[in-house]
């Protein structure tokens, strides 16, 4: 753990949370959220291939899943979630292949899917980045 340095001003926090039309205002309430520690371990370690199962991800979604881009985000930019998108699609080949399509239908009443759609506007605290 090291003091969250790379957050360690409101505009950093704006630059990494945000887009660009956020005012600072908002990101100042936003703030107290942060945690006063941020590890830089975490993100390296998400990125390694294996660190989610997509397959045990969408038999326990209802094998139907959304994925969220943002426009301006710049820690998960659009094609790291397109990325992923691709993947979750993959598996859900997979498992339909090596379950049947009727379990997956049953399974997923009939709607089965990976979606992939991009919100225009916003940073990579979408909740918090309101247009």
Not at 8 to 32: C, G
Not at 120 to 127: D, K, L, P, Y
Request: glycine content about 6%; aromatic content about 8%.
């Amino acid at each position: 753990m090291h003091p969250r340095s790379a957050l360690s001003s409101t505009q950093f926090v704006k630059n990494a949370f945000f887009a660009p039309s956020i005012p600072l205002s908002t990101v100042r309430a936003f703030e107290p959220l942060l945690s006063e520690y941020e590890s830089l371990l975490w993100p390296v370690q998400i990125m390694r291939k294996g660190y989610v199962d997509c397959h045990r991800v969408l038999l326990n979604c209802g094998l139907k899943m959304l994925q969220l881009g943002a426009e301006h985000d710049r820690l998960n930019r659009i094609d790291l979630v397109e990325r992923s998108a691709a993947e979750y699609t993959i598996a859900l080949g997979e498992l339909t292949r090596d379950m049947g399509k009727e379990w997956i239908e049953r399974k997923s009443q009939g709607r089965a899917c990976v979606d992939f759609d991009e919100v225009e506007g916003s940073g990579h605290q979408m909740m918090n980045d309101s247009k």
